[in-house]
Nanobody, 115 residues
Framework: VQLVESGGGLVQPGGSLRLSCAASGFTFSGYAMWWYRQAPGKERDLVAYINWSGSSTNYADSVKGRFTITRDNAKNTVYLQMNSLKPEDTAVYSC?????????WGQGTQVTVSS
């Protein structure tokens, strides 16, 4: 199982970014996916969840209405569209999944929101 995130960077407050997580090594279309984030000196927090088909999603209260998680099972990729970004969204964002009871993580991508 391999998860590779991309799309992070520096953005001004109010801006947007789209993160991608490319998955391989397992039957992507059969598994739920998660996005987490970890800010410096803080615990890792759940950001968003999407089920195997994309028909069910869930979000942390702090990102509801601003972030959207989607997936393309044909491309084995899950996305996180982040709009109206705030400085407090600054963190390393990682995707994760659980396959046969084992959790897998990507290496993370840095998102910095600053003017």
């Amino acid at each position: 199982v391999q998860l590779v995130e991309s799309g992070g960077g520096l953005v001004q407050p109010g801006g947007s970014l789209r993160l991608s997580c490319a998955a391989s090594g397992f039957t992507f279309s059969g598994y739920a996916m998660w996005w987490y984030r970890q800010a410096p000196g803080k615990e890792r927090d759940l950001v968003a969840y999407i089920n195997w088909s994309g028909s069910s999603t869930n979000y942390a209260d702090s990102v509801k209405g601003r972030f959207t998680i989607t997936r393309d099972n044909a491309k084995n990729t899950v996305y996180l569209q982040m709009n109206s970004l705030k400085p407090e969204d600054t963190a390393v964002y990682s995707c994760a999944t659980y396959v046969v009871g084992i959790e897998y993580w990507g290496q993370g991508t840095q998102v910095t929101v600053s003017s």
